[in-house]
């Protein structure tokens, strides 16, 4: 009695179904004259969107900190993996986000928080790279300008009562 062990594997080029017959010929005189396999499997992908490619925060004061959410989605049939997330870009020190490597389950949406904190006057650029398993690629802008904080000036002041000849402040 011998036995053999075969591997076959499933490697889907599209989505959809697939099916194949796997026939082995018979080496016996026997009245089987072939062994049959009918094989089919499931060709899946996510279907991973941003809800928005560009971000623009406007004018925010120097060390002020403002917030935008941009929604990540994934409509498709199959988990998507986060395999990398970074900032790149002149400006990218002073933006960050809460959005971590992990999986994006199917049919799921998550909420991106972003934020940006000027630490100089004028145009801030970056961007926002977000790099799935499926070798597929979601980059969002990001954009806001610095600007000088003004200071708060009284229109008025009071001092407590101080004694003649001593100084209040």
């Known amino acids: 009695n011998e036995s ?11 989505t959809g179904t697939e099916t194949a017959t796997l026939r ?7 009245t089987t004259s072939q062994l049959r396999y009918d094989l089919s499997g ?3 992908n996510a279907d991973v ?11 925010i004061a120097t060390g002020s900190t403002a917030k935008q959410t941009v929604t990540l989605s994934n409509d498709g049939s199959s988990d998507a993996t986060i395999d990398a997330v970074r900032r ?11 959005l971590t490597t ?8 998550k909420q991106i928080k972003t934020n940006v904190t000027p630490t100089v006057t004028g145009e801030l650029e970056a961007s926002l790279v977000v790099e799935f398993d499926e070798e597929s690629t979601q980059t969002i802008s990001l954009r ?16 407590s009562d101080t004694r003649v000849e001593d100084s209040s402040e």
């Open 4 to 14: 053999a062990r075969y591997v076959i594997e499933f490697s889907p080029t599209a």
């Open 24 to 30: 082995f010929p018979s080496t016996s005189d026997s």
């Open 42 to 44: 499931e060709g899946v």
């Open 49 to 59: 969107s941003v809800g928005m490619d560009s971000v623009s925060f406007g004018d």
């Open 88 to 98: 790149s870009g002149a400006n990218s020190g002073a933006f960050d986000t809460n």
């Open 102 to 109: 992990g999986t994006l389950g199917s049919d799921t949406t």
């Open 144 to 159: 806001a300008t610095g600007i000088e904080a003004t200071p708060v000036i009284p229109s008025s002041l009071s001092f």
